[in-house]
């Protein structure tokens, strides 16, 4: 009797896995984001770069930690007639095809068959290597200008995720990653 209880939790396991197969995932928002503790969108208040917010920016600078920190909001899409479930996932954050972050999220995920959730996925990285390169600098200093300007400047978020689903008591890795990808533009978060 103990391994037909275990064969059956393994096949509904093996139909999640399928139903995850066929859910859409897409990045519906960020929000909360900081740098060095200070709001992008007050650091840049009516498109110019408000004084106010430089000291903790320099502060920041001179210790070599310049820590980012945002929530990413991830829509799973379940179109199947099962239900999908994930236990956690590994996800990778990149801006212009530039890994910037990498972590995991630690949390169970249920999507009925036929609906929708919003998964947060919250971030934080020192991003001193980032804004310590002169070319990177020059293409945020770009962003930031566009806006001020009038002009739409638009960069590429893709949010590339692992998920993992338990399997006899083992966390088995979906194969691959699978990559969504975000057009942001200077309009929006500035």
Known sequence: MGIAIAG???????QQIKAL???KYRLTSAEQITVAGVDVKKMFQNQDLNIAALPGLAFALLRKDVPLRARLNLEVSNPSVENAAINQFEYKILINNQELANGFVNQEVNVPAGASTVVPV???????????????MAEISDFVK?????TEKKGLLTL??????????????????ITIDKEVSSKILL
């Open 8 to 14: 059956c939790g393994i096949n509904k396991q093996a």
């Open 21 to 23: 197969e066929k859910c």
């Open 122 to 136: 919250d971030m934080e990285v020192n991003v001193y290597p980032f804004v310590s390169n002169n070319k990177v």
């Open 146 to 150: 566009s806006s001020k300007d009038g």
């Open 160 to 177: 590339k995720i692992r998920p993992s689903i338990k399997v006899a008591g083992a966390l088995v890795q979906y194969p691959g990653f």
